[in-house]
């Protein structure tokens, strides 16, 4: 009992309480909430941007972040587009967007791991460079006509009432868990994140570990671009623009200090629930988006701001008790 006590009193155990509370309001106010074609649009919707928050996850727990993620997404699709358009097989023009993918990504990891410039601003320049590259690929105009196993990944049921798109994500979620917290890449992860200097001196190789992890965000962004690509069965330049605030407050409410060091996978899932949630349960009561996008930006603020709050707290209620 008292361990179940002490995990409510958790950052995670108030996104637990808070998830029950919006899923109670939705209930409440639509009859359809519950249906299985909602719960599965709900992740739908929503699927390419829960599986860049994977590995932007291990990024930001790493002392790092990837402003550049939704921009390789939009680089990813627009290659693909443009390759397919000017008589290249689809099969080869996904591999080449992944490709795409992996350089970008190795290309942001070459100078935050080797060079020491900071990544905040490395991925700034990416996310403006790479966006660049994708409108001279495809310009103003929109590609569609892609062949219809590709379109199906995105949308069409594929196992159960479930999408292609939505298995990656369940799959990935569970190589990203094993990967952080039973592994001992994971421990590295942590260990550069609260001290870069002191895993540095203790003989880990934190160039490699930071090269992994930006290699892994481009080709996961680049995959999660495919897949939009594949729902929306069009593409345009502009794809995935402004994906990433959605992607950095997933993490940043689950838990995932801002500084590195510390947060956990269950705690992003949580968040992610609460978010994907929220969105549905505004959706369904006809809120518009951009109402919806003003209140994902006030979680950004309280994800950052209430997890150092909740730790003052606790520790001056700590210091009068002893």
């Not at 020491?116 to 105009?141: H, K, N, W």
């Not at 909740?310 to 009068?320: D, H, M, S, Y």
Request: hydrophobic residues 55%.
């Amino acid at each position: 009992m008292s361990a179940l006590v002490s995990r409510l009193k958790s950052w995670e155990g108030l996104l637990f309480v808070l998830l029950v509370v919006i899923i109670g309001f939705c209930i409440d106010n639509s009859p359809v909430y519950l249906g299985v074609g909602n719960i599965v649009n709900l992740f739908q919707l929503e699927v390419e941007k829960i599986i860049v928050a994977l590995t932007m996850t291990l990024l930001i727990i790493n002392g790092e972040i990837d402003l550049s993620v939704a921009s390789v997404m939009g680089l990813s699709a627009c290659v693909v587009a443009w390759m397919f358009h000017h008589g290249v097989s689809m099969p080869v023009s996904v591999l080449v967007a992944l490709a795409s993918g992996a350089v970008a990504g190795m290309f942001n990891g070459f100078w935050v791991a080797y060079v020491g410039l900071p990544s905040l601003a490395v991925t700034l320049a990416g996310l403006i460079g790479y966006r660049g590259a994708a409108r001279i690929l495809v310009e103003d105009r929109s590609y569609g006509g892609y062949p219809q196993w590709f379109n199906a990944i995105g949308q069409h049921p594929q196992i159960g009432p479930l999408t292609v798109s939505i298995v990656v994500f369940v799959i990935l979620f569970a190589v990203v868990a094993i990967t952080l917290h039973w592994s001992g890449f994971g421990r590295l992860v942590y260990v550069i994140g609260n001290n870069m200097q002191a895993a540095r001196f203790s003989g880990v190789r934190v160039k490699l570990v930071k090269m992994s992890l930006f290699t892994a965000s481009g080709v996961v962004s680049a995959l999660a671009g495919l897949l939009y690509a594949a729902r929306l069965g069009a593409v345009r330049g502009d794809m995935a623009q402004g994906f990433e605030l959605d992607v950095i407050t997933m993490v940043l409410l689950g838990g995932v200090s801002i500084f590195g060091g510390s947060g956990n996978l269950a705690g992003v899932g949580l968040s992610i629930l609460v978010i994907l949630n929220l969105r549905n349960g505004m959706g369904l009561a006809n809120i518009t988006g951009n109402t919806q996008t003003s209140v994902i930006g006030a979680l950004l603020i309280i994800s950052v701001l209430a997890p150092n709050m909740v730790q003052t707290i606790r520790n001056k209620w700590k210091g009068r008790l002893t």
